[in-house]
């Protein structure tokens, strides 16, 4: 999920220490203990019953983990552990990522590194402890008619919330999308509780996006309306390219537009809403005129917005156009000498159109025709080199440098017979690429 998942980051949140609970009888127990406080006539009308079991539950779903916690390391996993030991370990691949997978009694651990990525529970002590709590906590907030307790509540369901996200990131690690969704909407749920009553818009979001990667167009499409109205857009507008993407699913092209002409107004400089567009103009035979008439518009607005040349690139860059696009790139320098993404994208196009060249010519069986692609596909490569030598002079980012450095690398090998220059160029960038960063 970033590019949920987008990116989806895991979160790190340190549980309290549970030797209180330490195993499903004890923890069934002390629930069973607070349930008949609550069911008592005269506790059950007092809020403290019901945050007493809302925390019992809390307590067993904590259990079964014995104090480990996401971003964890193994020397603090001895201490936070004590006696308990792995009865099995393993390598495993997930979503192309290896992790060690540490087998307990009630649970897995999953390490990226040295540190906990995902905990996977196996064995709860008590089913649906945290959904339960909700209820209690929601029930103590209903007794509460003063509100003294309205905020030792909304830290108990705040904590609900947060334990409810990483579960939800750690089951789309491991490729449990529709738990993953689950999670996200009871972790909503949690947040908007009362008397908390907060509404979660970045797992709101969440529950959009596995809603779409679980093929679930029409619920996704409402969720990410919901995310509109709330003014909660994504990173560069991504909910509006979600949501076109979703409308297009379900047949309606003309709303698909709609969504992507009001995200490209917001975020002209967004790659996933521009690339909509595109494809939306392209594939209806619409006249893709209609987006250089909203960058325009843009570019009144923000005169003097480097990036918005950037995209008048892109989107001639798409269509083909190549000589416009050039133009539009090296505009970008005009309006902010500092502002080295022109020359990328002039880099990208062409590096971009060699390899293109270079995968037809693979299929060319005419000898004459194959030696005048090869020519172009030539052309094309030494074309690269120029902007992004420019850009990588420009740049102060030494990760966006090391990433121009790949290209070039990539370029001047070709080209590294043919004289001491191209020699000299292979071998500097060479190092940068080899050593992962600028000397």
């Excluded at 393993?90 to 651990?109: H, I, P, R, W």
Aim: net charge negative; glycine share 8%; proline share 3%.
């Amino acid at each position: 999920m970033k590019k949920i998942l987008f990116a989806l980051a895991v979160l790190v949140s340190m549980q309290g220490v549970n030797a209180q609970v330490k195993t499903a009888e004890e923890a069934a127990a002390l629930v069973s203990k607070a349930l008949a406080a609550a069911d008592n006539p005269k506790k059950g009308i007092k809020p403290q019953a019901w945050m007493a079991l809302g925390k019992a539950y809390i307590d067993a779903y904590n259990a079964p983990t014995g104090n480990a916690y996401v971003g964890a390391s193994r020397d603090e996993l001895k201490i936070l552990m004590g006696s308990m030991k792995p009865v099995a370990s393993s390598v495993v691949t997930l979503a192309g990522q290896q992790f060690v997978k540490d087998e307990y009694e009630n649970m897995n651990l999953y390490f990226s590194g040295d540190r906990v990525a995902v905990i996977e529970v196996t064995k709860p002590f008590v089913e649906n402890a945290l959904d339960k709590a909700i209820g209690a906590y929601a029930k103590a907030g209903e007794l509460d008619h003063s509100g003294s307790k309205a905020k030792e509540i909304g830290l108990a369901l705040t904590d609900i919330n947060e334990k409810y996200l990483n579960d939800a990131y750690g089951k789309f690690t491991l490729g449990n999308i529709a738990g993953a969704k689950s999670d996200f909407q009871n972790a909503v749920r949690a947040l908007g509780t009362a008397p908390l009553s907060k509404v979660d818009t970045n797992s709101l979001y969440n529950v959009g996006f596995t809603s779409h990667a679980l093929g679930q167009y029409e619920e996704a499409k409402n969720v990410f309306d919901q995310c509109i109205a709330l003014g909660y857009l994504g990173g560069d507008g991504e909910v509006y390219a979600k949501a076109a993407d979703c409308a297009a699913k379900l047949g309606d092209n003309a709303l698909s537009k709609e969504y992507l002409e009001k995200g490209f107004q917001a975020y002209p400089q967004s790659q996933s809403i521009l690339i909509g567009l595109i494809n939306y103009y392209i594939s209806s035979n619409d006249s893709p005129e209609k987006l250089f008439v909203l960058l325009d518009e843009a570019k009144k607005n923000e005169p003097d917005n480097a990036s918005l040349y950037y995209v008048e690139g892109n989107i001639h860059s798409q269509l083909g156009d190549t000589e416009k696009a050039v133009a539009a790139y090296r505009k970008c320098a005009e309006v902010d000498p500092k502002y080295e993404y022109g020359y990328i994208g002039e880099g990208v196009m062409h590096y971009n159109n060699a390899v293109k060249i270079q995968e037809e010519a693979s299929k060319e069986l005419d000898d004459a025709k194959y030696a005048v692609m090869v020519k172009d596909f030539e052309n094309e490569l030494k074309g690269c080199i120029e902007p992004f030598e420019k850009a990588f002079e420009m740049s102060n980012d030494e990760a966006l440098k090391v990433n121009i450095a790949e290209y070039l690398k990539n370029a001047f090998y070709r080209f590294r017979e043919e004289g001491d220059t191209y020699k000299a160029g292979y071998d500097k960038y060479d190092k940068i690429v080899a050593e992962g960063k600028v000397q």
